[in-house]
């Protein structure tokens, strides 16, 4: 029950966040508001860094320089994100997000990329994503 | 209508290998530290670019309100969500949730506007769309085949 709590809190706030942003761009820009807010959002995660007891800065160096760099691309995450809900709203926007997000985990699982177990393709995933693109093309028309 | 669609599937798929790549980090450093250095680059990024496209007036912010501050740190409340939600439920059950609200509460703000949005009429039509979209989710979850991915992260996660 909690952990279903928390997961649909946190649905609730990745959504908020996109909705909020988009609407910050609209009154500052895109980029004013990509940097603003990830600025916050960095000097929030480093408040708390500080009080938590486990510290594994080491562990940066056993990971693969490539991996540690995949924050910089929340700058084009961001502002691709804003400029797709001003143009099809929220809905719409979280919808392919969330097919685009599936489709790329299910290419990397089946090719086995970034040290990910390769796994074979079935059926159900194929339907999966095929529902989801159905759902888009009622939405929408 | 084309360009916000396939700008959001270019921001879904960034998501989906920002993910893998954050988990990396996350099995090596833990929770805080990937987040900061997530966050911090995201921050030095977005600022460069800004500061390559609109030059001086990245640093005008004439219609900035107070609350603009603060949305950054609605962050901080994805990543302890997840964080808790992934070790009471696993990975799939999580994700799944947490994929199936999203497009709730988006479906829901749409319908009123909310923060100003512009309103997307809630009809039939919404609803079922939204529901198609949220089984694909479900079955793409839980159709078999994951199971043994989901049995290793959830070690990772422990």
Known sequence: MKGLLFAFMAGFFITLQGVANSRISEGIGTWQAATITQFTGFAAALLILLFVKEKRWRGFKEVKPIYLTSGALAAIIISSNMTAIHHVGVTLTVAAVLIAQLSLTFLVDINGWFGVIKQKMRLPQFIGIALMVIGIIILKF | ???????????????????????????????????????????????????????????????????????????????????????????????????????????????????????????????????????????????????????????EEA
């Open chain 2, 1 to 155: 209508m084309l360009i916000g669609l396939l700008l959001a599937l270019l921001a879904g798929s960034l998501v989906g290998l920002q993910n893998i790549f954050n988990s990396r980090v996350n099995e090596r450093a833990g929770t805080w530290p990937t987040t900061t250095l997530v966050l911090g680059l995201g921050f030095l990024a977005s600022f460069l670019i800004g500061l390559a496209i609109e030059g001086k007036r990245l640093f005008h912010l004439e219609h900035m309100e107070p609350w603009f501050w603060f949305s950054g740190i609605v962050g901080v409340g994805v990543v302890v969500c997840m964080v808790n939600g992934m070790k009471w439920l696993g990975p799939t059950y999580t994700i799944s949730i947490v994929m199936c609200s999203q497009l709730f509460f988006a479906l829901l703000w749409d319908s009123f506007g909310f923060l100003g949005l512009e309103v997307v009429p809630f009809t039939m039509k919404q609803l079922v769309g939204v529901l198609v979209i949220g089984s694909g989710i479900l079955l793409f979850k839980f159709g078999g085949a994951r199971e043994i991915r989901a049995a290793v992260a959830s070690r």
